[in-house]
């Protein structure tokens, strides 16, 4: 099978190892998935938790690194980013192993056309040489976990890089959740997580989608990217925020509640201009990561990735709608 197609034996879990002992508690959860080496984006997260009431716990769950090819930009990343609670996405597993045969390591399910996973296999063997740089760097993402347990309130959160089998995995993703009998399934992992609130990355497009369970009302949010845009013509990440108190003075894209919790998704607004010039500097038109990302970059996802913002807010949809 094609490097990055398949998830290796070692990136797959039961979901009930999610079902223990909260690991942090918080009053106020930033979960930033897939920043992508994007250090105006990790700039633009420092401004958003420097005006949240109380202040803001983050976790990064994983695929920090990816564009970021020079050594200062792999450095700043990742020394930042471990001062904080962290999760290794399939990016930091690839770049801590030494076997490089599972290529990116990003699982790509069937509707990813193979130039794609071959581009995405080149930016990560670009970026696996500049973490060889960093053996002490390569250590600390090592041992990072894969998955992640916090309580918010007294609402139990799930925090997982891919999904509740998998670091790699795409059941949370837009197109597996088009399914209906999918989406009857996920409830299978709220209720082996002893989740209410499961919090997921990894697909790179956002999902928030409302289960109803035998242990009541649930809730999956993937933040899909917090270092690209995520939506047609806008140049902003997206950020999970979950809280006891509601998203007073902040831009709200959309969002729930589970009991007296909230759980929105924020924008991300980095600094546009410097981030397209360190992307440009790192790889210039031709490039593989230039042809994959640089019109989502510039434009937001093309129209085979847009979806409508609200499409996944019912647990039922479309059915019900």
Known sequence: MQPGRSCPLHYRYAPAV??????????????????????????????????????????????????????????????????????RGNVETELAGADDGAGCGCGYPEWVGNAEVERSNHIAACLRATARQFPALREQLAALPMHLVAEVGGV???????????????????????DPAHRRNMRNDFSA??????ASSHTCLPVLAEFDTADGHALLINNGAAGMPNFARTRHGVITRISIRPAAGADVLYGSRIDHIHIDALPLHYNHPSWLARFSAN?????????????????????SQQADAHLMMHADYPEHT
């Open 193 to 198: 997580t002893g989740a209410r609130v499961i």
């Open 18 to 87: 999610l079902n223990r002992k909260p690991e942090l508690s918080a009053e106020t959860l930033y979960v930033i998935g897939g920043l992508y080496g994007n250090l105006p984006a990790l700039d633009a997260v420092r401004e958003l938790v420097a005006n949240e009431p109380g202040g803001a716990t983050l976790v990064f769950n994983g695929d920090f690194n990816w564009f970021n090819i020079d050594p200062a930009g792999f450095s700043a990343i990742n020394e930042e980013v471990l001062k904080h609670t962290a999760l």
């Open 283 to 303: 790889w210039p038109a031709g490039s593989p990561a230039h042809t994959s990302y640089f019109h989502r970059i510039v434009n937001g996802p093309g129209a």
């Open 156 to 178: 139990r959160v799930a925090i997982v890089h891919g999904d509740a089998h998998s670091l790699a995995g795409w059941d949370y993703s837009r197109e597996r959740l088009a």
